[in-house]
């Protein structure tokens, strides 16, 4: 496998291969599981659903995908690339408003909100035949996400980097069913909104509630040493933790101290942040927030080519 065999697949995921001048340095994955943020990634699988789903079901799209993380991914791209380094992007195109990509598919899900997390499919989407479209779309994109995990931190010795970004107050939503917009719009009305607790500017997922797996420690003391140091005080779980219905998780695990989940505030990225629209994103912001990725990634990498240098030269033997 090498990377002119990492195609991207019309409306599912969009991966972009950032070359660096010269031979790359080190290598790494972006994937942005939730990248379809524009209302026409929504539209064109909306497009698609024979079902009847809730009225206004838009703005629970506006409020519930990862605005400003494919921009902070591209931003770190470039940072890196102008360094000598190479970095795969991989975006979802599939609303999480319709499937969640970073989920394990469970038919036996009944769309609770669990552990702050939502289910892989919504309660709302009821048709069989429009849960089945999901699903293989859903295995499309692991079908090629997978593919790229292996060959940037198998074949490649590099490095992954799961980007999102989420909204800047924790909502109390208990359910993704049928009365999901009205939920939404109550949350949102400014006096309510204001009780909702605030999450931090950076979140970093790095373990498991009981503590039974963390990954990277070394690379999450460093990432969160260089957001502090740029200003973005960054926490540890604060607002999720790695959980085994992620397939977040199910990477970190198969890549055990060569994969990264960070969180972005969503304040920090639009400008201004829009609940029910489309909100601009701010590209100088989001060069910002890269800026320390960037920096724990390079240095990480610049470690990892040193470390392969050495083991790969021959021994120096020593007279007796």
């Not at 994955?29 to 939730?34: D, I």
């Not at 607790?197 to 503590?211: F, K, M, N, S, Y």
């Not at 502090?228 to 992620?246: D, I, S």
């Not at 055990?256 to 505030?265: A, G, K, N, Q, T």
């Amino acid at each position: 496998m090498n990377l002119d065999s990492l195609q991207s697949l019309e409306g599912v995921v969009d991966v972009t291969v950032h070359h660096p001048a010269g031979t790359p340095r080190g290598w790494l994955l972006v994937e942005v599981p939730h990248g379809a943020t524009r209302t026409a990634d929504y539209e064109r699988l909306a497009a698609r659903l024979r079902g009847r789903l809730p009225t206004e079901l838009i703005h629970f799209f506006y409020v519930n995908t990862d605005i400003g993380a494919p921009e902070a991914g591209t931003q770190l791209a470039r940072q890196l690339c102008a360094d000598g380094f190479g970095v795969v992007v991989a975006r979802c195109l599939l609303p999480r408003t319709f499937i969640d990509t970073n989920r394990v598919i469970d038919r036996s899900a009944d769309g609770k909100v669990k552990a702050g997390l939502t289910p892989g499919i919504p309660g709302y989407v009821k048709d069989e035949v429009d849960r089945a479209l999901l699903e293989a779309l859903h295995a499309r994109y692991h079908g090629v996400v997978e593919k790229t995990y292996a060959l940037v931190c198998g074949e490649l010795n590099g490095l992954a980097l799961q980007l999102h970004s989420y909204a800047p107050r924790s909502v109390g939503i208990e359910a993704t069913d049928d009365n999901i917009v009205e939920a939404l719009h109550a949350a949102y009305v400014p006096e309510t909104y204001a009780k909702w607790p605030e999450r931090p500017q950076v979140d970093l997922i790095t373990a498991t509630q009981d503590g039974s797996f963390r990954c990277a420690p070394g690379l999450v003391a460093a990432l969160k040493a260089n957001f502090e140091a740029a200003g973005y005080p960054a926490q540890e779980n604060a607002t999720y933790h790695l959980h085994p219905v992620t397939m977040g998780m199910a990477y970190a695990k198969a890549w055990p101290d060569r994969v990264l989940c960070v969180e972005l505030s969503r304040g920090l990225l639009a400008d201004p942040f829009v609940p029910f629209g489309e909100s601009p994103i701010s590209l100088e912001a989001a060069g910002k927030l890269a800026a320390p990725m960037a920096a724990t990634v390079r240095a990480a990498l610049a470690g990892r080519a040193l470390k392969a240098h050495l083991q790969s030269m021959p021994a120096v033997g020593t007279d007796s």
